[in-house]
């Protein structure tokens, strides 16, 4: 399985950037999609996630009003619409996904990308 990220890179405050991601390969559906990111020094956290089955998008509270996720979900893809960006917004943005086998019972594995540099100068 392959979790493939492009985008990212340097930006000016006020700027935006777009973080693409895509899925290859998984043997079991992907129930859910979506960024983390990690600052130097802290922990990793969610920046935005959809759960695939329901079609809901939960943001965090710094992504709200900012940053848009979206889904293709036959092509297993997500894009990440960055904008208003911030310098508090560097971090090192990874791509999470939860590959769901239903048989003989319900198993979930996460699945991560190797991570995108992200970089808002003032």
């Known amino acids: 399985v392959r979790v493939v990220e492009s985008g990212g890179g340097l930006a000016q405050a006020g700027g935006s950037l777009n973080l693409s991601c895509s899925v290859f390969?998984?043997?079991?559906?992907?129930?859910?999609m979506g960024w983390y990111r990690q600052a130097p020094g802290e922990q990793r956290d969610m920046v935005a996630i959809?759960?695939?089955?329901?079609?809901?998008?939960d943001y965090s509270d710094s992504a709200k009003g900012r940053f848009t996720l979206s889904r293709i979900g036959a092509e297993n893809t997500v894009s990440l619409q960055m904008d208003s960006l911030k310098p508090e917004d560097t971090a090192k943005y990874f791509c999470?996904?939860?590959?769901?086998?239903?048989?003989?019972?319900?198993?979930?594995?996460?699945?991560w990308g190797q991570g995108t540099q992200v970089t808002v100068s003032p």
């Open positions: 999470y996904a939860k590959s769901t086998s239903y048989y003989p019972r319900k198993r979930s594995y996460d699945l």
């Open positions: 390969g998984s043997p079991f559906s992907i129930t859910a």
């Open positions: 959809t759960n695939t089955r329901e079609d809901e998008i």
